[in-house]
Nanobody, 123 residues
């Protein structure tokens, strides 16, 4: 079993930045892929970014060039640096871990989830 705890959400003006963190309760080795998803009110859970066990990164087109995902396996932590935030980025952001090193973008293929952290971008 793995517990994931997100932090770093908050309220920011459009154009601002936030850095989300996700602390895992056990070692996040190269056998795991990890990712960030988000869910806005009334919408489904949407892929944002992911990093493979080999540290290859993948992004949704809507965040490419603005968000950066990274992982620190020594600290068992996943990060999401979000720059140039837009009001449409407003959502609850979830960290997820997949047992398997290959990145997938389908939420149901991730095995463990955090409780989520709210990000609100004002215009």
């Amino acid at each position: 079993q793995v517990q994931l705890v997100e932090s770093g959400g908050g309220l920011v003006q459009a154009g601002g930045s936030l850095r989300l963190s996700c602390a895992a309760s056990r070692r996040t080795t190269s056998t795991y892929a990890m990712g960030w998803f988000r869910q806005a009110p009334g919408k489904g859970r949407e892929f944002v970014a992911a990093v493979s066990g080999g540290s290859a990164t993948y992004y949704a087109d809507s965040v490419k060039g603005r968000f950066t995902i990274s992982r620190d396996n020594t600290e068992n932590t996943l990060y999401l640096q979000m720059n140039s935030l837009k009001p449409e980025d407003t959502a609850v952001y979830y960290c997820a871990l997949r047992v398997g090193s290959v990145v997938v973008t389908t939420p149901t293929l991730y095995n463990y989830w955090g409780q989520g952290t709210q990000v609100t971008v004002s215009s």
